[in-house]
C-alpha cells in the first residue's frame, strides 16, 4: 500500500528494504563504522631549559616501527602499531585497540638539531628530551597607563577659576 505524502509516493516497504541494504552492505559498514586514526597521546612539557614530549606507545616496537626525526623547528615522532597475529583472531568481539600509521609533530626552536635530542622508552611512554631550547621568560614590565579625564578636569578647572 503506498501513501501519498505531498504529492509523491512512500512506501514504507521501499525505505526498510533500502534500510536493510545499507546495513548488511558490506562497503557501507566499513564506511560507517571505521575506527579512528590512530594517534597516541602525547603530553608537552618543560623541564628546567628542556622540552620534554612523552608519547603513550604502550605494545609499540619502537626500536623497529618507531622513528624520531628533528627539521627546521619541527620535532617530528612517526611509527606503526602493529596488528597482533594471533590465532584465534576470528574469535574477537569488540576491537578497540587501534593499529595503523601515526605521525606527530611539535614545533621546536629552529636551531634545535638532533645532537641536542635524547628518546627513551619505558613501561609504554617514549620520552623525547630536547636539551637547552626553553629560552627564559623575560620579566614582565609594566607599562604605566596615562589617563585622559584627568586632564579634562583640569581644564575645566582652570577656566573655573578664570570666571
Given at each position: 500500500m503506498a501513501v501519498a505524502v505531498r504529492g509523491s509516493t512512500w512506501d514504507p516497504f521501499t525505505e526498510f528494504d533500502a534500510l536493510v541494504r545499507r546495513a548488511f552492505t558490506p562497503a557501507y559498514r566499513l564506511h560507517t563504522v571505521r575506527p579512528a586514526a590512530f594517534a597516541p597521546a602525547a603530553d608537552v612539557a618543560?623541564?628546567?631549559?628542556d622540552l620534554v614530549v612523552t608519547l603513550a606507545l604502550p605494545g609499540v616496537?619502537?626500536?623497529?616501527?618507531?622513528?624520531?626525526t628533528v627539521t627546521e623547528g619541527r620535532l617530528a615522532i612517526t611509527g606503526k602499531r602493529s596488528e597482533?597475529?594471533?590465532?584465534?583472531?576470528?574469535?574477537?568481539?569488540?576491537?578497540?585497540i587501534h593499529t595503523g600509521q601515526?605521525?606527530?609533530?611539535f614545533a621546536i626552536p629552529r636551531d634545535a638539531t638532533a645532537d641536542r635530542v635524547d628518546a627513551t622508552y619505558d613501561k609504554g611512554l617514549l620520552t623525547v628530551r630536547v636539551h637547552e631550547v626553553v629560552r627564559p621568560t623575560p620579566e614582565p614590565a609594566k607599562i604605566a597607563i596615562r589617563s585622559a579625564v584627568p586632564?579634562?578636569?583640569?581644564?575645566?578647572?582652570?577656566?573655573?577659576?578664570?570666571?
Open positions: 618543560k623541564d628546567g631549559n616496537d619502537v626500536e623497529n616501527d618507531v622513528d624520531v597482533r597475529s594471533e590465532s584465534d583472531q576470528n574469535d574477537v568481539l569488540r576491537r578497540e601515526f605521525r606527530r609533530e586632564a579634562v578636569e583640569s581644564a575645566v578647572a582652570g577656566s573655573q577659576a578664570s570666571e
